[in-house]
């Protein structure tokens, strides 16, 4: 098992830029595929992006794709999603989350472990 603490959230301007961390402890790290959902208020869970365990794939939703940037390092067990050119849009609590799996995947049901979320507000 693992779990997963992320950090980084806080409340930016439209145009502004966040990195998110998640640092995880209690398991081997690279066997993981990480990726990082978000929700929010009033709607489901979204999938923001993926990366795979060795870092050579990585997935992103389309809203994102562009401006967001998913990347892991292995030697520290930390997974990170650099946020730029930040909309209203993009405020959500984001949350990271680990598949003990090769291959990267969209469906938040298909993850095992969740960090508990940390919130963005980005203010127009």
């Known amino acids: 098992q693992v779990q997963l603490v992320e950090s980084g959230g806080g409340l930016v301007q439209a145009g502004g830029s966040l990195r998110l961390s998640c640092a995880a402890s209690?398991?081997?790290?690279?066997?993981?595929?990480l990726a990082w959902f978000r929700q929010a208020p009033g709607k489901g869970r979204e999938f923001v992006a993926a990366?795979?365990?060795?870092?050579?794939?990585?997935a992103y939703a389309d809203s994102v794709k562009d401006r967001f940037t998913i990347s892991r390092d292995n030697a520290k067990n930390t997974v990170y999603l650099q946020m730029n050119s930040l909309k209203p849009e993009d405020t959500a609590v984001y949350y990271c989350?680990?598949?003990?799996?090769?291959?990267?995947?969209?469906?938040?049901?298909?993850?095992?472990?969740w960090g508990q979320g940390t919130q963005v507000t980005v203010s127009s």
């Open positions: 989350a680990a598949r003990n799996r090769v291959v990267v995947d969209r469906n938040p049901a298909n993850y095992d472990y």
């Open positions: 209690g398991g081997t790290f690279s066997n993981y595929v």
């Open positions: 990366i795979s365990r060795r870092g050579g794939d990585t």
